[in-house]
């Protein structure tokens, strides 16, 4: 493989217990039921734009949407700056695959600029050719824009192509894309739902990816 594409939540980095307290804050803020944390974990991996709406137990129109993802933006930004942390040996791995000469990339659900932060912040900021948020492409995951879009920008051949991360989504992302995927199973939530989507490799270990 020549070309990784990443997910972040959960593959690069911890964050799952971030985006539950965030999420919770945010829709008791707004005198909302608070979603469970299984419910939250389940949706990981899809943006906000999609699964809010869908957790909420009451209709929510525009507006009301509108203002419960900027209170959740707002709730995230306060609890992200000490609850995310690279997965062991991550940092490692990066390293090791830049040194060999390996693009890699970063397609998130999250918005672009939380995205970066997120990665200044565990010290991977410098450390991809590109990325790709909620707010670069066209339809959201598991539709394939993200990492579609990122091939065709960087002629990248798709056959030495590979989709890493620890949900179902990615994995379908991955297919769509004609790329070959790789489940991060140090971070999956659902294990057995990432392997019912039969990726192309069931990963262990961040080092694992030097094998691929």
Request: charged share 20%; aromatic share 8%.
């Amino acid at each position: 493989m020549d070309n990784f594409f990443f997910d972040f939540d959960n593959t690069l980095a911890d964050s799952s217990n971030v985006a539950v307290l965030a999420t919770q804050r945010a829709y008791t803020a707004k005198g909302l039921a608070m979603p469970t944390r299984e419910a939250i974990v389940g949706y990981m991996g899809v943006p906000i734009e999609v699964s809010f709406a869908k957790m909420a137990t009451v209709s929510l129109d525009d507006a009301a949407l509108e203002d419960l993802f900027t209170e959740f933006r707002k709730q995230y930004q306060r609890a992200e700056t000490t609850g995310i942390t690279l997965f062991d040996g991550m940092a490692a791995t990066i390293a090791e695959l830049n040194q060999r000469g390996k693009r890699l990339y970063v397609v998130s659900s999250k918005n672009s600029v939380p995205l970066q932060r997120n990665l200044n912040q565990v010290g991977l900021g410098q450390s991809f050719a590109a990325i790709s948020g909620s707010d670069m492409v066209a339809h959201y995951k598991p539709a394939p824009d993200g990492v579609v879009n990122l091939l065709r920008r960087f002629d990248l051949d798709a056959t030495h192509s590979v989709m890493i991360g620890d949900a179902k989504y990615d994995i379908r992302m991955g297919h769509s894309a004609g790329v070959a995927t790789a489940g991060a199973m140090w971070g999956a939530a659902d294990p057995m739902a990432v392997k019912a989507e039969k990726p192309t490799y069931l990963l262990d270990t961040p080092a694992e990816l030097l094998n691929l």
